[in-house]
């Protein structure tokens, strides 16, 4: 099967480490309360305007970047799914605006995957319609953190499961298979009929 697979908050634990820089940077300029934590949209964090939020990201993104880790067992759970056949894809909205050149998304993002062991067959960078996407390119199985993008791919028919993190935890649809860790996301992959988190 080809699956297809997001980056960020899917095998990456990035909202987490992106809001410790959003603490830094609000201190650095108009010390705001805070006003929602559970959220990956950094703007509702501080009510930050659309230019304050993208300036955050232009000075900070990139130092995100370099201390994110995977997930716990993502080598060992990405590495058993190739043996067992399958093709990785990697689909994410990582852009190189946020990476401050041409090519830096793709580049960045391999070498990470380099450097931790992560195998793949594809890395599609700066992808703003994954349900194009996906269709257009045959994936099986997509997974995802977004609640938007995984009902976008699970509305077209395709197989969809969504990676638990703090912002989708209440989120329910009998069609998206929700799991907390990569092994669940394997045993749920191998058979069809596993279900995790789904109600």
Request: net charge negative.
């Amino acid at each position: 099967m080809k699956i297809g697979i997001d980056i960020d908050d899917t095998i990456t634990n990035t909202n987490f480490l992106l809001m410790k820089y959003a603490f830094k940077y609000n201190n650095e300029h108009d010390k705001r309360k805070l006003i929602k934590y559970n959220t990956n949209n950094f703007s509702e964090v501080f009510g930050w305007s659309y230019d304050e939020t993208n300036d955050f990201f232009r000075t900070y993104y990139l130092d995100a970047l370099k201390e994110i880790e995977p997930r716990y067992n993502t080598s060992e759970i990405l590495n058993n799914l190739k043996k067992d056949g399958h093709k990785i894809v990697f689909i994410t909205y990582r852009n190189d605006r946020e990476c401050n050149g041409k090519g830096e998304a793709y580049r960045i993002t391999s070498e990470w995957m380099k450097k931790y062991r992560i195998p793949y067959d594809e890395i599609n960078v700066d992808v703003s319609d994954k349900a194009k996407f996906c269709l257009d390119n045959k994936i099986d199985i997509f997974i995802d953190d977004s609640i938007r993008y995984c009902e976008e791919v699970s509305n077209l028919g395709i197989r969809t499961m969504m990676a638990m993190t703090s912002f989708n935890l209440d989120y329910s649809n009998a069609k998206i298979v929700k799991f907390y860790n990569l092994s669940e996301l394997y045993d749920c992959i191998n058979d069809a009929d596993y279900k995790v988190h789904s109600k």
